[in-house]
Each structure stands twice: as C-alpha cells, then as structure tokens.
C-alpha cells in the first residue's frame, strides 16, 4: 500500500535513507550521510511531498517530491530491493503528470539502470557541489517510449 508519509514515519524513513544511502554510495564516506541526516530529517522531509510504501504495518520504501516535479529521494529498504516497491513508488508517482525530474550519481550504476528501465533518459551531465562527485539529471516523460538516452 502507498499512503502519504507522517511525521511518525520519520525515525523508520531516516532509517532506510541512511543504510540505503551507505549501499547505494559507497564511494561517499559514510560521515557525509551521517553528517546530512539531521538536515534531512528537519528542512528537507518536512517541505517534501513524500508517500510510504507499507507492507504489514511497516514502511519498506519512499519517494519525495521536491518543488513539485523534481524527486529529491527514493529509497527501498536494502532488505526488500529488487521486489517492485521502488517502481510501484515511481508509477503512483508519475500517474497525472507530464514530467519529472530527478539528480542520480554517475556512480550509483544500479539507480542509472533502475532508472532507465523505468523511462527516464539522462539531460545532462554535472557534479554535485557537495560531494564532488558527478551526477546526471534525468527526466521522464509520458512520450519517452523506453529507456535510451
């Protein structure tokens, strides 16, 4: 089930971006997301327009819209990757809009792929000011017929 996120979702939402975020990013010193955690929690999720994905009372995964169109985060619980919730997030997501946009890690292989499966192509390529590590932006529009950039 995906059900708009609450603040009482918070402490097992932080839990899933800072172990997802250590797998997903091992090439950024673990320091850097325990660092961004409190930033995250209080500026970033509160102005977010987040949904939970819920499997038997427990959140397994969640998507955040930033200034609407843009996903600032998805993030599946490492335990249950790979069983859909990341693309049933990104569908429920895409339902009623023309586009949306998103920043992946150049490095993050996986996310590229899991990405570009889903439709999105890369627009362009840039670096990240916080990390230094470069990035591409994607969007996905309902006309992209797949995922070739």
């Not at 660092?35 to 939970?52: H, W």
């Not at 993030?75 to 790979?82: E, K, N, T, W, Y």
Request: charged content about 25%; hydrophobic content about 40%; some cysteine.
């Amino acid at each position: 089930m995906i059900r708009p996120y609450s603040p009482a979702d918070t402490p097992r939402v932080m839990e899933i971006w800072l172990e997802a975020s250590r797998l997903a990013h091992s090439f950024i010193p673990m320091a850097y997301w325990e660092a961004s955690a409190p930033m995250v929690e209080a500026e970033i999720l509160p102005r977010a327009d987040t949904r939970v994905f819920v499997r038997e009372g427990r959140v397994l995964g969640f998507l955040s819209l930033i200034d609407g169109d843009h996903i600032g985060a998805l993030f599946v619980d490492p335990a249950f990757q790979g069983r859909g919730i990341g693309r049933a997030l990104l569908e429920g997501c895409k339902e009623g809009r023309s586009l949306l946009t998103l920043s992946v890690y150049r490095k993050n292989t996986g996310a590229l792929g899991f990405y570009r499966s889903q439709g999105f192509r890369v627009l362009r390529e840039g670096v990240d000011p916080a990390t230094g590590e470069g990035e591409y932006l994607m969007a996905w529009r309902p006309s992209f017929s797949g995922g070739d950039d």
